[in-house]
Each structure stands twice: as C-alpha cells, then as structure tokens.
C-alpha cells in the first residue's frame, strides 16, 4: 500500500479532493471543486482510466517507437507523464501547470517531480509555448482546464503557431476540450488548428458527436499526416466506443478560428456531470 493520504486540500481553483479507488487497491481519484480531473493507479501507469485521456495514449502509442520529447500544458495528477514514463522508457518530459498549490500536494502525495525524466514548472501555458526552443518536442498535450473548463486564451490562432514553433516537423498537438449540444466551441477548435496545421483529427463518442450531450472530446493536429486509421480502430474497440473524424470529413467541422483578442474558452459543463 501506498503512502497516499486521502482528504482535502485548498488548491489555487478550489478544494481538491483525493480519495481511493474501491475497486483498484492503488488508484487515486483527484478532484477539483467536486469535478472529477485525474486519475491514476500508482501500481500500473499503463492504466488510463478516464476515456479521453485513453484517446490521448492512442495517439501517442500510435506515434515511431523509442523515447519522445513531450511538453504538458496542464499538469493534473501527471498520469500521461507517468503513462509516457513507463511505456516509452527514456523519454524527457516537461509539466506545466498554472496551479502551484494542485503541483505541490500531486507532488508530495504522488511523487510527480520523482518520475524519470520529467520537469514540473508552475507557470502559464501560453508563456510556457512561448519560451520553447524551436522544435524542441515531439508531442505537446493540451489539458488545461480552469474550474471544469478550457480557459480563454489557451487554444487561439495564435497559441497554435506557439505549439507548431514548439514542434518537431513530424511532431503532434493533442489536446483535450470539452462541448455540448451542437459542439460550437469544438467546432472553432477545429477550425482554429487547421488555420496553422495540415492534419487535424477529431475523436469522440458518437452521440457527443450528435450533440447529443456534453463530454470530453480529444483532438490530434500535426504538420505530417495523422495516424488516423490506427487511431480509428482502437476507438471502435474501446469499450465506450468512439468515431474518428479525418480528412475525409474534417473540414465539414470546421468552425471559424479562435482570435486572441475574443477570449474564448470552453463551455461549463452542466452541473454535477463530471462529479
């Protein structure tokens, strides 16, 4: 058993909350003003139990083998800094995330800082972009979120040009956003990553893609081709199955792009759903 101490901490956005799994003897379930935000098993790293954030090892299973240089713009429990730590041995890692207090407790209950390879640095996203060296990584994951939503400024023209500087030419974005009925964020997401790459992705349940009800949905953009029909069939065999949208149908999602000076962010979600 782990050293882990269940309670409540007060965190730069609310009251996180780290309670056990009753059915995985190590896994840890955080969360954030009663928003369930990470997820993870200290016993098997491999296990990604949120389904987004299982999309999101898709695409980095899918990407070549050996170590990958990975910037996180949202810190979490660090679970896929741990994923990449375990399943690509040798990989150097960067952590950024705008909530020290959130960095401290993960830290001390969690050992993010003690991960092979990993950096953890409290600062803002969009500086953290900024002051990348040019193509410096192979990945760079967006999962920044303020009280249960993507926060305005995060994914703009502009902040997309700072991820592509950020990459290596064959390297990838994949981000994580949430929408509802009619996807009108998810939409201008589209829109605004293929204003700046020529390859975007769209993965997500297919009633969310209806618009049928909010959820989390995970895209994947780069300036080389995606790999889209790996990415395809591991999502038709989870077990909440999910639907690739690819070049095929991209541009049919394709919403006019997010401006720096419109402060968009991501929708709320309905009260109590990601409790």
Known sequence: ??????????????????????????????SV????????????????????????????????PGPLD???????????????????????QRVVDADDLLMSVVDAQFGLRALPGVE????????????????????????AFERAAVPAGMITVAAAEDVAGALRPDGVCALNVTDGPGLPFARRVVGTLAEVFDHVVLVGEPAVL?????????????????????LAGRAAGAPFPARVVDAADIDRWRGAPILDDEQVGGPQPPPGLFA
């Open 120 to 143: 953890v640095e409290v600062g803002q996203g969009r500086q953290a972009l900024r002051a990348a060296a040019p193509a410096s990584f192979d990945v760079v994951v967006l999962d």
């Open 1 to 30: 058993m782990s050293g882990v101490r269940p309670g409540r901490y007060e965190v730069r956005f609310g009251v996180l909350e780290v309670q056990q799994d009753i059915d995985r003897d190590n896994g840890w379930l955080l």
């Open 33 to 64: 003003g009663g928003v369930a935000q990470s997820y993870l098993d200290l016993d098997d790293p491999t296990h990604l139990e949120f389904d987004y954030m299982r999309r999101i090892g898709d695409v980095l299973d899918l990407l070549r």
């Open 210 to 230: 209806r618009g049928r009800r909010f959820a989390n949905l995970v895209l994947a953009a780069s300036a080389a081709p995606l790999p889209a029909a790996g």
């Open 70 to 92: 990975v910037l996180h713009v949202g810190g979490g429990a660090g679970t896929l800094a741990r994923y990449v730590a375990a399943t690509r041995p040798g990989s150097a």
